[in-house]
């Protein structure tokens, strides 16, 4: 290195380090007349300003230790740090709770619909205590899963994975809408009006809530009969329930030809019990019986729920874990049945399928659950 | 740089606001505490802390657009938290107190097995009482 090149490096490290000195001054002076403003102030200081003066305080200390030590890029990268906590804690001081409650939520993209969605589970939570209404267990666990997608959807975010948290807060709104319907025809009113914005869904979701929106019309005309349902009405209703959960699954997946493939499915499960209860005339035929409306258990849900069933009993090393096992398979085939023969107009069939299931289940119970030897007990 | 330098100081003035809003919250809750503790309150407080120390994390390492995305994260968070909060109020002061908690207490697994095992017989015993009186036992 010639001697000119010699004193340029010499002179541009004697200017970085004058900088760096000004940059220090700089620091300790603001930090100095921000103190100063806490300790003359009349009003108290949000806990948080202190803390981030503090902290702007020993990370000052550590920038001036670096720059002792010769270390200038540390001594700049403590020097950031503190002006950053320093900035802080002056927005704060110059803040107060209620004007940052006044902070506004992004109304589009990934971040509006979970705002959508938080949104619209605390007005359900509000409609519902305030009304009072009946809530089935199955809506209130439906809640509860709805309140875990939301909580998932922001971690999917934050893991940089914005379509699938997208997906998946679409999915949760899209059922709390289903959930939030069905409980108004379960209380008969409208107990909560959630009003989903086309910004927050994608074209295919909309389409899923306007699927939503006709199950539920279906719905209360065959309701507003007030007679039971011909069971093969009831059959396909339980088939459009089904499409609308696997089209929430092609949602969360953002299978696009999937959720297409379920639409078509549903909505044609819906024109198919549509149909078969104008030409049934169930009005007339069902006009002498009196008893309260009753859409057939589907079987994939009792399905569904020994599955659960079984895996936590195979989790928890219940006793006789495998015989209890064996018997929960065998009520799911007889319950599978019993619904396949009850479609088939067997009843008689049915009734000894459906005791069957019952036996079962029951033995299954016991063998889990009691100390006893298990016995074969009727319904 | 200009640009960037913006960013930064809009990044900053919202990190403080949020981290008040925060802080806000939590002592509303500690107050609420009297009569309800909500657990998804205290999840949202806790995990908003998170997102804070995240975002704050990132900035300092100069990613400014990741720390926009970890301090959306936390606002929505801290939002649903205090929405979750005002909501119990309001049925506190309607003299109800019965709250709808929307997240899963943790139960025994006997108790969880037992509960399953009543979902399923209900449903056989619906599904069975449409023919009861039709069928003859055998």
Redesign the interface.
């Known amino acids: 290195m010639g001697m000119l090149e010699r004193l340029r490096v010499a002179f541009s490290e004697r200017q970085a380090k004058r900088s760096i000195r000004s940059r220090l001054d700089r620091l300790v002076d603001e930090i100095a007349e921000k103190n100063r403003i806490v300790e003359t102030g009349s009003q108290p200081i949000?806990?948080?300003a202190q803390q981030h003066l503090d902290k702007a305080d020993a990370d000052y200390r550590q920038a001036l230790a670096q720059f002792q030590e010769e270390d200038l890029d540390e001594c700049n990268r403590y020097a950031?740090?503190a002006e950053?906590h320093l900035?802080?804690?002056?927005?704060?001081l110059a803040?107060?709770?209620s004007?940052?409650?006044a902070?506004s939520?992004?109304e589009s993209g990934v971040?509006g619909t979970?705002?959508q969605l938080?949104?619209a589970?605390?007005d359900t939570?509000?409609a519902?205590?305030?009304s009072?209404c009946n809530?089935s267990?199955q809506t209130?666990k439906g809640?509860?899963n709805v309140?875990?997608r939301?909580?998932n959807a922001?971690e999917l975010?934050?893991d940089?994975e914005s379509e699938e948290a997208q997906g998946m807060a679409e999915a949760g709104l899209l059922r709390l809408y289903w959930y939030v319907v069905d409980l108004c025809l379960e209380n008969r009113h409208t107990i909560v009006d959630l009003r989903l914005s086309k910004k927050s869904l994608s074209k295919l979701g909309w389409q899923l809530k306007e699927f939503v929106d006709r199950a539920a019309e279906c719905k209360q005309r065959f309701y507003d009969v007030g007679k039971p349902l011909p069971p093969a009405v009831g059959t396909h209703l339980a088939g459009a329930d089904q499409a609308f959960r696997n089209a929430i699954d092609c949602v969360i997946d953002n299978d696009d030809s999937g959720l297409e493939a379920c639409l078509a499915a549903g909505s044609l499960e819906l024109k198919t019990a549509e149909k078969l209860f104008q030409s049934s005339g169930a009005s007339e035929k069902y006009e002498e019986e009196s008893a309260p409306i009753?859409v057939?258990?589907s079987s994939s849900?009792?399905e569904a729920?020994?599955d659960?069933?079984k895996r936590?009993?195979e989790?928890?090393q219940?006793q006789n874990g495998d015989q209890v096992i064996k018997r929960l398979s065998a009520?799911a085939r007889y319950?599978r049945s019993?619904?396949e023969q009850?479609a088939a107009g067997d009843?008689?069939e049915?009734?000894?399928l459906?005791?069957a299931?019952?036996l079962d289940?029951?033995y299954?119970?016991q063998l889990?659950?009691s100390n006893k030897p298990a016995k074969y007990l009727?319904? | 740089m200009a640009n960037t330098q913006d960013r930064k100081?809009v990044a900053?003035?919202?990190?403080?606001?949020?981290?008040?809003?925060l802080?806000?919250l939590a002592s509303e809750h500690e107050a609420a505490a009297d009569y309800h503790r909500n657990m998804?309150v205290e999840?949202c407080i806790s995990?908003g802390k998170k997102?804070l120390l995240?975002a704050?994390k990132v900035?300092?390492a100069g990613q400014i657009e990741e720390c926009m995305?970890?301090l959306?994260?936390a606002?929505?968070?801290t939002?649903?938290g205090?929405?979750?909060l005002?909501?119990d109020a309001?049925?506190h002061i309607?003299g109800?107190s019965?709250?709808?908690?929307?997240?899963?207490a943790p139960v025994p697994?006997?108790a969880?097995?037992?509960y399953?095992?009543f979902?399923?017989?209900r449903?056989?015993?619906?599904?069975?009482s449409?023919?009861?009186d039709?069928?003859?036992?055998?």
Do not use: H
Not at chain 1, 87 to 92: D, G, N, S, T
Not at chain 2, 134 to 138: C, F, L, M, V
């Open positions: 949000p806990p948080s950031e740090r950053i900035k802080l804690a002056e927005v704060q803040e107060t709770y004007s940052s409650q902070l939520l992004a971040e979970l705002a938080s949104k589970i605390v939570k509000l519902i205590e305030y009072n809530l267990a209130r809640l509860i309140t875990a939301f909580g922001l975010l934050k940089g009753a057939r258990p849900e009792y729920n020994v659960k069933l936590l009993i989790s928890s219940t009520s319950f019993a619904l009850l009843r008689v049915a009734s000894r459906s005791r299931a019952y289940l029951d299954a119970r889990a659950l009727d319904i | 100081a900053i003035a919202r990190m403080a606001k949020i981290e008040l809003f802080s806000g998804i999840e995990k997102d995240r704050r900035l300092f995305t970890v959306e994260i606002l929505l968070r939002n649903f205090k929405q979750i005002e909501a309001v049925e309607l109800e019965d709250y709808l908690e929307l997240v899963e697994q006997e969880l097995i037992a399953y095992f979902q399923l017989e449903e056989v015993v619906k599904l069975y449409q023919f009861k039709e069928a003859p036992k055998t």
